[in-house]
């Protein structure tokens, strides 16, 4: 979550949510919040239920929809660099990452951070 005080909305820019599932995806929150897809777990009773609607199982939440493809560069980052860490320590096959992913630089990161979290 992005508010460190005063907690009244969990919101979230960069999240990956496949990973805390047991499979290793792409796709982050914000571009899904944006598409037709559904997720499934124990909150919705493991029934398929719409991203755009997510607001409906997590009141609480505020996931704003970005749809232009740009997904987080530090995703791409740590899914290309840490990957097989990744799939270990959550007990998960490791998947083909984009060769683009594992080009990335830290530096080029850190700046779309900033960019983020500072503008």
């Known amino acids: 979550c992005e508010h460190h005080v005063a907690f009244v909305k969990h919101s979230v820019a960069m999240h990956r949510p496949q990973c805390l599932s047991g499979l290793m995806g792409f796709d982050v929150c914000t571009s ?6 559904t997720f499934r777990n ?11 609607r997510y607001h409906d199982v997590y009141p609480e939440w505020s996931i704003p929809s970005d749809t232009s493809g740009t997904s987080s560069l530090y995703w791409k980052w740590v899914m290309g660099h840490y990957s097989r860490e990744v ?8 998947t083909q990452i984009p060769s683009e992913w594992k080009a990335l630089r830290w530096n080029d990161v850190k700046r779309d951070l900033e960019r983020a979290y500072h503008s």
């Open 42 to 52: 124990r909150d919705t009773s493991n029934q398929p239920h719409p991203y755009k």
């Open 87 to 94: 799939a270990q320590l959550f007990d998960m096959r490791e």
């Open 32 to 37: 899904l919040v944006g598409t037709t897809n």
